[in-house]
Structures are given as C-alpha cells and as structure tokens.
C-alpha cells in the first residue's frame, strides 16, 4: 500500500489538526502509506472552499455523504461536533472506509454503541482522537509500568482543567447542548483522563461522582442580548474502583482560571509513582523507593529519542514535541493499524469503555450513589 486516500469532515480546531497530521506524518514517520488529500466538508461553501486550498485537499463539499460515498476517499476524518459524529461514522463504516473519529463518540451511550457495533460489522479500521495517550512521554510511563518499576499499581490521581469557559460572559457554543454537545466538561475534558486512565491502569468498574454546572446560562454569540440555557456540567469530580484493584480520584473542570490544558496524572505503585504534566509535556517524573533514603527524590525524565516516537521528529533530545505533533502520532498509529491489520487503541470498542465512564460519572452525580461501570 503506498498511499491512501483521506476525506476530512469539519475545518475548525481538530479539523485543521488533522490536516495537518496528514500532511506531516509521511515526512515524520516514512515508513506509512503517503497520505493523498483527497476530499474535504465544511457545511459553509466558502469556508470549504478556502479550507480546501489552505489545507492541500483537491476538492470540497458541503455534503458529507458525497465525500463518504467517494471512491478515492478510504480513511474518514470526523471533526465535526459530537452530535454529528455516530451518523457520520456509521455512514462511513457502512461504505467500508476506515474512520478516525474525534473524542468523545457521541452524546449519549447509544449512539456509541451504535458505533462500535458498525465498526465490528465493517470489520475496518477505527480510532478515538484521544491523542494525549500518544505522547511518547505518556508511552514510556506505560513501558516503566509494564516493566514493573513502580510496582503493582494501586492508586491513580487525575486532574484536567482548563479555563475556555471560566468567564461567565462567555459566549454560549454547540458545547453548551445536550444535542450537539451531550456531556458538558465530562465529554470535552474528563474522557481524556479516563483514556490515559485505562491506558496506563486498566479498565474502571466502578465510581462515584458529583457535578456542577456554575454558569447556567450564556449569552448567545449572535444576539448577545439574548441568553442561551448551559444544559451540561462545568465541573465533575469522581472517585474510581479499577477491574484491577486500584482505587483512583479524578476531578476536571472548563471554568478553572489559569488553567490552559493542565493534565496532571500520578500512577502510585507499591515500589515509586510516576508523575505527568501535559503543561509540561516533554517531561516524565519518576520517584522509585530504591537505595540510600537520604539520595532519594523525583528524577525528571526529559523526552528524547530513547523515547519512541519522539526520534521521529528532532534527532536531539530535550528539544520538545508539541500538541499537534501527538496528532502526527495518532495518524502514524493509525495508518500502520491499516498496514499491519492490527487494532489500533482506542478503537471505537475501546472508546466506548470511556464513554461508559463519563455516562456513569453523570449518572452516578445524578442519583447520588455509587455506579457499576462494567
Ligand atoms: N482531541 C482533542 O484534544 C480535541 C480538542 C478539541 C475538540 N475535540 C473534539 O473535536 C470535535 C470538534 O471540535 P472542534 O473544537 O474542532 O470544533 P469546531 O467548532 O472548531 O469545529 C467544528 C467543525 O465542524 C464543522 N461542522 C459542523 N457541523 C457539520 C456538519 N453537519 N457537517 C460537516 N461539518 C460540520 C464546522 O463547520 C467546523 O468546521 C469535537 O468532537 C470535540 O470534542 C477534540
């Protein structure tokens, strides 16, 4: 296979990651199929339009069918709102097309069930754009627990904040609705730590939670005058009980000033504990219980080559990957998946995992008790 064809559907912030991913990953990775722009959606014509030439797509469309049922398109790109994603991935599953599909899957569980019952039956291939697990920081922290160096793990502690919502003043966005949002900070924030979550401890069975929503409604970004209701939470908070027996707390808001994209993770294991920081993303910390007391400390592991795939970027080591360069990862994971027939992680199988997750944490913040997960 020496390239395949891409359709991109949605030109906002994912969607220009994503072009971006495939215009880069044959340059970074060279040994995957060179990806051949071939279609690209926007429901606006003229933003498709100029989106198209500015990305290096050969065509645009403001119908997403077309680019589905187009025979030069065999990878799908979904990066349109959440409310859009389980027709637009069961369309393409159904028309054969592998389909990278941004997080969450949908706004209810259904539709991700839906989804990933299309994606056994087509039998190709599907990703989650939870892109932090992709960080080779993130994969060497795996390698380091997998190895045993910090023991049995028996406690995760999560934090993810950011403030794109903190002011109250701020405009009311798709975000805000159940409809095309579903969850509220649960959908755009807390299903990434439940992704590094389950990647680094293994599956959640069962949790507790609460959520709030501070700012209950927004004005309206047209008609400023006029208020939009937020029909989801701003802050949810859990405490977890792993299929593996780990216990773990998590907490996450949109409202929390300062706060830019902190990821903070601790993996705390019977012999050390792993510390991570997405603000500092380059950087891994590691604390084990070995040796002189009185030497002991956390050693900062600054990212380089000996951390794959972080080679494929910058020969030298401390010089820094970045957030679009975890999508460039993402697509390298998927087109080898394609090459290789293996699963790529999380698929959607593994992405409704998560989804089940943050549904609970909101059922569970809704009935006030403790929910079975799995
Ligand atoms: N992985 C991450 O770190 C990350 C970060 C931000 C957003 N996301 C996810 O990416 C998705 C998009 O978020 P965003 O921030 O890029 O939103 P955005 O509002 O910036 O962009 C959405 C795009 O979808 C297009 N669109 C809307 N309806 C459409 C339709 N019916 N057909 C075709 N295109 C349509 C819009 O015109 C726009 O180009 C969401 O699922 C979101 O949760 C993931």
């Known amino acids: 296979m020496n390239d395949v064809g891409i359709g991109l559907i949605g030109t906002g912030f994912m969607g220009r990651c994503h072009a971006l991913a495939f215009g880069a990953v044959k340059a970074v990775f060279g040994d995957v199929p060179t990806p051949r722009l071939e279609f690209l959606c926007d429901p606006n014509e003229e933003v498709a339009r100029r989106r198209a030439e500015?990305?290096?797509?050969a065509r645009a469309t403001t119908n997403w069918r077309e680019l589905i049922d187009d025979s030069a398109v065999e990878i799908v790109s979904i990066t349109a709102p959440n409310g859009v994603h389980r027709e637009?991935?069961?369309?393409?599953?159904?028309?054969?097309?592998?389909v990278w599909c941004e997080k969450p899957m949908a706004p209810n569980l259904d539709d991700g069930r839906a989804m990933a019952a299309?994606?056994?039956?087509?039998?190709?291939?599907?990703?989650?754009?939870?892109?932090?697990?992709?960080?080779?920081?993130i994969l060497h922290a795996k390698k380091l627990i997998d190895e045993g160096a910090i023991g049995r793990v028996v406690d995760f502690r999560g934090q993810i904040d950011e403030d794109y919502m903190a002011d109250a003043e701020a405009p009311w966005t798709w975000r805000c609705g159940k409809a095309k949002g579903g969850l509220g900070v649960l959908g755009d924030n807390t299903c990434h730590l439940v992704s590094l979550a389950h990647f680094l401890v293994g599956d959640i069975a069962r949790l507790s939670a609460t959520t709030e929503t501070v700012h209950r409604r927004r004005p309206r970004a047209d008609t400023p005058s006029e208020s939009g209701v937020v029909e989801n939470e701003d802050i949810a908070h859990g405490i977890?009980?792993?299929?593996?027996?780990?216990?773990?707390v998590i907490g996450s808001s949109r409202i929390a000033w300062g706060r830019k994209n902190l990821i903070r993770i601790e993996v705390h294991g019977a012999k050390g504990m792993i510390a991570f920081d997405q603000e500092r993303m380059n950087e891994l910390e590691l604390y084990t219980a070995e040796g002189d007391a009185a030497a002991r400390g956390f050693r900062r592991i600054l990212?380089?080559?000996?951390?794959p795939p972080y080679g494929r970027f910058c020969p030298a080591p401390g010089h820094q990957i970045g957030f679009n360069d975890l999508k460039v990862i993402e697509a390298a994971h998927l087109l080898d998946a394609i090459v290789t027939?293996?699963?790529?992680?999380?698929?959607?199988?593994?992405?409704?995992k998560i989804e089940a997750v943050i549904h609970a944490m909101a059922a569970s913040a809704k009935r006030g008790e403790w929910v079975q997960v799995t």
Request: glycine share 14%.
């Open 341 to 352: 027939d293996a699963t790529p992680w999380p698929s959607f199988e593994d992405g409704l």
């Open 303 to 307: 990212s380089g080559p000996e951390h």
């Open 118 to 137: 299309a994606a056994r039956d087509a039998g190709t291939k599907t990703l989650l754009g939870y892109n932090y697990v992709r960080n080779p920081a």
């Open 88 to 98: 637009m991935a069961v369309a393409a599953l159904e028309a054969g097309k592998h």
């Open 54 to 57: 500015e990305f290096g797509f």
């Open 240 to 248: 977890l009980e792993f299929a593996g027996g780990a216990t773990g």
